[in-house]
């Protein structure tokens, strides 16, 4: 399935940004999606996780201590898109956020079957 990011963009610390996952899945319904963030000479960090909306996990969300509070994962089948909100951002939050899709009913995945194009966001002091 493909998977593509927006929203990505330059903040100041404390500001807001709300980023999008668009899914050419038939049947996004059925996948369980997870944001990750790449960011300079640091490993890949996963952020948030939502459940499948037909699974167990349905409106089910995961969140990296890091991201507990600020970000907010939500999903709207009718438009076959995740949103990441992000909130009171830091510096620390810079990176390229991707998100990434696995049909199943699992809430986090450690391996996705698909992965998006990233999009960058610089958060700066």
């Known amino acids: 399935v493909q998977l593509q990011a927006s929203g990505g963009g330059l903040v100041h610390t404390g500001g807001s940004l709300t980023l999008s996952c668009v899914s050419s899945a038939f049947t996004f319904k059925a996948y369980a999606i997870g944001w990750f963030r790449q960011a300079p000479e640091k490993g890949r960090e996963r952020v948030s996780c939502?459940?499948?909306?037909?699974?167990?996990?349905?409106?089910?969300?995961w969140y990296a201590d890091s991201a507990k509070g600020r970000f907010t994962i939500s999903r709207d089948n009718a438009k076959n898109t995740v949103y990441l909100q992000m909130n009171s951002l830091k510096v620390e939050d810079t990176g390229v956020y991707y998100c990434?899709?696995?049909?199943?009913?699992?809430?986090?995945?450690?391996?996705?079957?698909?992965r998006g194009q990233g999009t960058l966001v610089t958060v700066s002091s």
């Open positions: 990434a899709a696995e049909p199943g009913a699992g809430l986090c995945y450690s391996s996705y079957g698909s």
């Open positions: 939502i459940g499948s909306a037909i699974s167990s996990n349905a409106g089910r969300t």
